[in-house]
T-cell receptor, first 115, second 110 residues
Framework: DQQVKQNSPSLSVQEGRISILNCDYTNSMFDYFLWYKKYPAEGPTFLISISSIKDKNEDGRFTVFLNKSAKHLSLHIVPSQPGDSAVYFCAASSSGGAGSYQLTFGKGTKLSVIP | EADIYQTPRYLVIGTGKKITLECSQTMGHDKMYWYQQDPGMELHLIHYSYGVNSTEKGDLSSESTVSRIRTEHFPLTLESARPSHTSQYLC?????????FGPGTRLTVT
């Protein structure tokens, strides 16, 4: 059973507009969330993270929003650029127990930014 | 800038061969991980280590083995490769939650 779900396999956005990538989770023990970007034939690159004590974290063009009651987070990219075209993975972790620091990943959303 | 290296980047090998995928990091991270990923799928954790001489299996059952004799080095070995092992193998390291990944090894077993 998938604990981290990215229900949109793909997303197309016009250059300059906002890209919104969504992620849902089911495990209430998750308290730290991350977004990664992956180009073909490369490893994922860490983008931005958020702790469950916050509801928003911003880094340049990237903002992550966390809604704990809905078990939902989203990544906003503004403005979108053609170089942002990649697969974006949502990941989650819990701070306690044997699984501390281990990440559970979603299946990814392929973002295409159209010039 | 994360410094984590994997070799080889691409490997095509015949069934039954023994292979070792190399992973090294220069960040001094205690924690290291191996993931397996197929196209369109999530990354699956197959092995992890939280320090020298400490290794554990991950969520995804794997016929591979790992060792952690030095902090910076975390090789993965397949004793007898099979076509079902064809996949991308990603190595990562971390100090805390943020994991930094190497470029991956694309393995094809014929």
């Amino acid at each position: 059973d998938q604990q981290v779900k990215q229900n949109s396999p793909s997303l197309s956005v016009q250059e300059g507009r906002i890209s919104i990538l969504n992620c849902d989770y089911t495990n209430s023990m998750f308290d730290y969330f991350l977004w990664y970007k992956k180009y073909p034939a490369e490893g994922p690159t860490f983008l931005i993270s958020i702790s469950s004590i916050k509801d928003k974290n911003e880094d340049g063009r990237f903002t992550v929003f966390l809604n704990k009651s809905a078990k939902h987070l989203s990544l906003h990219i503004v403005p979108s650029q053609p170089g942002d075209s990649a697969v974006y993975f949502c990941a989650a972790s819990s701070s306690g127990g044997a699984g501390s620091y281990q990440l559970t990943f979603g299946k990814g959303t392929k973002l295409s930014v159209i010039p | 800038e994360a410094d984590i290296y994997q070799t080889p980047r691409y490997l095509v090998i015949g069934t039954g061969k023994k292979i070792t995928l190399e992973c090294s990091q220069t960040m001094g991270h205690d924690k290291m991980y191996w993931y397996q990923q197929d196209p369109g799928m999530e990354l699956h954790l197959i092995h992890y280590s939280y320090g020298v001489n400490s290794t554990e299996k991950g969520d995804l059952s794997s016929e591979s083995t790992v060792s952690r004799i030095r902090t910076e080095h975390f090789p993965l070995t397949l004793e007898s490769a099979r076509p079902s092992h064809t996949s991308q193998y990603l190595c990562a390291s971390s100090a805390l939650y943020e994991q930094y990944f190497g470029p991956g090894t694309r393995l094809t077993v014929t």
